[in-house]
């Protein structure tokens, strides 16, 4: 038996044990006194109804009272005699088959009841175990006994308790068989449970399968629900840590390169090799750096700030945006479609700014990557949302891991050229932003092309 089953069979036996120990002591001890008690109360109550009625009354309702309360009346008439009473009395009583070794109805009594009392006596008859409980009572001429037969209670109270021992032990042994079997039914899944928290302490996130309807069953539930939300938070934790080791890689090779060039084109300044364009390199390389930092704080500061939701026109920040990159693509000649279903407004609510922010940058990075000069971009009005697509022509192989295009220092270019590449921070700053508002977001790859897509939330101007 199990640690629980055991506390749960001595406990129950000792206070099993307890009870019955009481109840043995109290029939011993109170039993006999208490059924003594309630035989003389209603050898009184008999008695009081008597002394009520007239003597036409009494003599008429003997029978009917004895069968009434199990009792026995006799009476006679007052006599001098003592001795002649007492025989006359003994001999209605023995009719009446109460037979009795002991009774005597003294001279003393006599008085008492002359003088209107009543007077209880209770005769032990011996051998034959048991007493006669007589009351006394003079009604007109007559002497009145109302009596009953007592056992000695003493003997049944020792056969009861006798029983109740039986019974003590029978039901020890049921109790600890019930327990027994109902620790069990309640340890196994606790012992499930303990083993499944040993295992998470361990960081192995197991669930529990139990099913017992009880608060058994909920602790699991809580449990699976603590576990699965653990595994969760530590395969988060591992991945950050994981990418913040290829952040500080990525982050010392952005860093070193241009400080590199820096420090080689300043030595042939000071060497005298400067060809004229040596300071020009310096500055490009010190900009690289200083955009670097600001898409760094950018990015910091997005983790950092506040939510602050608006209501705004969707369409329109997004036609804003597109202004701003105007130049970029009448240079480069691109072919930029907007389809809107004709839709003129869509109003959502968001943080204009950082939506703004996500605009400018998958703005850039299709016009910096798309490979066949073409942008379409698209804005739905859905059950699920305000969807915004925009897709581009791509050089994306489809074996590369299409999610890593949200990791920081991420680029797709491979050489790394500033001019194409920009610091792979942008699309980080998009998935930063677009998980602070929590809306559905992603990536696609098909027949060359690549597209992005967000599900904004709508807010219908009221």
Same mark, same amino acid.
């Given at each position: 038996?199990?640690?629980?089953? *055991?506390?749960?069979?001595?406990?129950?036996?000792?206070?099993?044990?307890?009870?019955?120990?009481?109840?043995?002591?109290?029939?011993?001890?109170?039993?006999?006194?208490?059924?003594?008690?309630?035989?003389?109360?209603?050898?009184?109550?008999?008695?009081?109804?008597?002394?009520?009625?007239?003597?036409?009354?009494?003599?008429?309702?003997?029978?009917?009272?004895?069968?009434?309360?199990?009792?026995?009346?006799?009476?006679?008439?007052?006599?001098?005699?003592?001795?002649?009473?007492?025989?006359?009395?003994?001999?209605?009583?023995?009719?009446?088959?109460?037979?009795?070794?002991?009774?005597?109805?003294?001279?003393?009594?006599?008085?008492?009841?002359?003088?209107?009392?009543?007077?209880? #006596?209770?005769?032990?008859?011996?051998?034959?175990?048991?007493?006669?409980?007589?009351?006394?009572?003079?009604?007109?001429?007559?002497?009145?006994?109302?009596?009953?037969?007592?056992?000695?209670?003493?003997?049944?109270?020792?056969?009861?308790?006798?029983?109740?021992?039986?019974?003590?032990?029978?039901?020890?042994?049921?109790?600890?068989?019930?327990?027994?079997?109902?620790?069990?039914?309640?340890?196994?899944?606790?012992?499930?449970?303990?083993?499944?928290?040993?295992?998470?302490?361990?960081?192995?996130?197991?669930?529990?399968?139990?099913?017992?309807?009880?608060?058994?069953?909920?602790?699991?539930?809580?449990?699976?629900?603590?576990?699965?939300?653990?595994? #969760?938070?530590?395969?988060?934790?591992?991945?950050?840590?994981?990418?913040?080791?290829?952040?500080?890689?990525?982050?010392?090779?952005?860093?070193?390169?241009?400080?590199?060039?820096?420090?080689?084109?300043?030595?042939?300044?000071?060497?005298?090799?400067?060809?004229?364009?040596?300071?020009?390199?310096?500055?490009?390389?010190?900009?690289?750096?200083?955009?670097?930092?600001?898409?760094?704080?950018?990015?910091?500061?997005?983790? *950092?700030?506040?939510?602050?939701?608006?209501?705004?026109?969707?369409?329109?920040?997004?036609?804003?945006?597109?202004?701003?990159?105007?130049?970029?693509?009448?240079?480069?000649?691109?072919?930029?479609?907007?389809?809107?279903?004709?839709?003129?407004?869509?109003?959502?609510?968001?943080?204009?700014?950082?939506?703004?922010?996500?605009?400018?940058?998958?703005?850039?990075?299709?016009?910096?990557?798309?490979?066949?000069?073409?942008?379409?971009?698209?804005?739905?009005?859905?059950?699920?949302?305000?969807?915004? *697509?925009?897709?581009?022509?791509?050089?994306?192989?489809?074996?590369?891991?299409?999610?890593?295009?949200?990791?920081?220092?991420?680029?797709?270019?491979?050489?790394?050229?500033?001019?194409?590449?920009?610091?792979?921070?942008?699309?980080?700053?998009?998935?930063?932003?677009?998980? *602070?508002?929590?809306?559905?977001?992603?990536?696609?790859?098909?027949?060359?092309?690549?597209?992005?897509?967000?599900?904004?939330?709508?807010?219908?101007?009221?």
């Amino acid at each position: 038996m199990n640690k629980l089953g *055991r506390k749960l069979s001595i406990s129950i036996s000792l206070a099993v044990i307890v009870i019955f120990s009481i109840s043995i002591l109290l029939t011993q001890s109170f039993l006999p006194k208490y059924y003594l008690y309630k035989t003389k109360e209603k050898v009184e109550q008999v008695s009081n109804e008597i002394i009520e009625m007239d003597k036409t009354t009494f003599i008429d309702s003997i029978e009917t009272i004895e069968n009434k309360y199990g009792i026995t009346i006799v009476y006679e008439p007052v006599s001098s005699n003592v001795d002649e009473l007492n025989k006359t009395i003994r001999n209605q009583l023995d009719q009446k088959r109460i037979t009795l070794n002991k009774f005597w109805i003294t001279q003393e009594t006599l008085e008492k009841l002359a003088e209107g009392k009543k007077v209880n #006596k209770l005769y032990n008859q011996g051998k034959l175990k048991s007493s006669f409980l007589a009351s006394f009572m003079q009604k007109d001429d007559m002497v009145v006994v109302v009596g009953i037969s007592i056992e000695h209670f003493s003997d049944t109270a020792i056969i009861v308790n006798e029983f109740n021992l039986y019974m003590l032990g029978f039901s020890v042994v049921v109790i600890v068989m019930l327990v027994w079997l109902l620790s069990k039914k309640i340890t196994t899944p606790l012992k499930e449970l303990k083993d499944i928290s040993k295992d998470i302490s361990n960081l192995k996130f197991a669930t529990a399968h139990i099913k017992t309807n009880d608060e058994i069953e909920e602790l699991a539930t809580s449990i699976n629900v603590m576990s699965m939300k653990l595994n #969760k938070a530590h395969q988060d934790l591992t991945r950050k840590n994981e990418n913040l080791k290829i952040v500080m890689s990525d982050l010392t090779h952005e860093v070193k390169t241009p400080l590199s060039l820096i420090k080689a084109y300043s030595i042939g300044i000071k060497d005298g090799l400067d060809d004229g364009t040596y300071i020009d390199t310096i500055v490009k390389q010190t900009d690289n750096i200083t955009n670097l930092i600001e898409d760094l704080l950018n990015f910091s500061k997005i983790e *950092r700030d506040e939510i602050e939701k608006t209501t705004f026109d969707l369409i329109d920040l997004f036609h804003t945006g597109l202004v701003k990159h105007r130049i970029e693509i009448e240079t480069k000649k691109l072919d930029v479609t907007i389809v809107n279903d004709h839709l003129q407004e869509l109003f959502v609510l968001a943080d204009k700014d950082k939506i703004e922010m996500v605009f400018n940058n998958l703005i850039s990075n299709a016009i910096k990557y798309t490979a066949d000069d073409k942008i379409e971009v698209t804005f739905e009005d859905s059950k699920k949302g305000i969807l915004f *697509r925009i897709k581009n022509g791509s050089n994306i192989q489809k074996t590369e891991k299409l999610e890593q295009i949200w990791e920081p220092f991420y680029v797709i270019e491979a050489s790394r050229n500033k001019k194409v590449s920009g610091t792979g921070l942008g699309l980080a700053i998009v998935k930063s932003i677009l998980n *602070r508002h929590d809306f559905n977001h992603g990536v696609l790859m098909s027949d060359d092309q690549i597209e992005f897509y967000i599900y904004f939330e709508k807010n219908p101007i009221t």
